[in-house]
């Protein structure tokens, strides 16, 4: 089966569980169609799990392509890239490292972006961005492509 053909099926499938066309597939829409049609919770929950990429109760169209690999980046190489970012190998991005971040590559950023910057993508309230949160913003900005 061809790149294009699967992406459009994996298409098909989004779009019909997304019941109240918000263009996210949340726990609910989730459980109604799957339960409908003979899944278990367990494995609802397990595919919940993998979809939602930051934990947020709702699967975003870029974390379903990200997820299912329909997007032009793997999941391995934005993993890469955000072990780049971790320099003191926390498992976390905080405000430091995107700061140093952004002189290395030449560019600048204030405080009070990065600040905004964490606080939209930090799911857990933490203060800084796991793995997971980060696949959250990657997979937004996939829906752009």
Request: proline residues 0%; hydrophobic residues 40%.
């Given at each position: 089966m061809g790149q294009?053909?699967?992406?459009?099926?994996?298409?098909?499938?989004?779009?019909?569980?997304?019941?109240?066309?918000?263009?996210?597939?949340?726990?609910?829409?989730?459980l109604e169609c799957l339960t409908a049609s003979g899944v278990s919770r367990q494995r609802i929950d397990k595919l919940m799990k993998q979809l939602d990429l930051n934990n947020n109760g709702e699967i975003?169209?870029?974390?379903?392509?990200?997820?299912?690999?329909?997007?032009?980046?793997?999941?391995?190489?934005?993993?890469q890239l955000f072990e780049s970012l971790d320099k003191d190998?926390?498992?976390?991005?905080n405000g430091d490292e995107l700061m140093n971040m952004f002189k290395e590559m030449g560019g600048s950023a204030n405080e009070e972006q990065l600040k905004?910057?964490?606080?939209?993508?930090?799911?857990?309230?933490?203060?800084?961005?796991?793995?997971?949160?980060?696949?959250?913003?990657?997979?937004?900005?996939?829906?752009?492509?």
């Open positions: 294009q053909t699967k992406a459009k099926q994996f298409m098909a499938i989004f779009n019909k569980l997304d019941k109240d066309n918000s263009g996210v597939v949340s726990t609910k829409e989730l975003t169209l870029g974390e379903y392509r990200l997820a299912l690999g329909i997007s032009n980046e793997s999941i391995a190489e934005w993993r190998r926390t498992g976390k991005i905004d910057w964490i606080m939209a993508n930090d799911v857990d309230g933490d203060g800084t961005v796991d793995f997971q949160e980060f696949l959250g913003f990657v997979a937004d900005l996939s829906e752009c492509e």
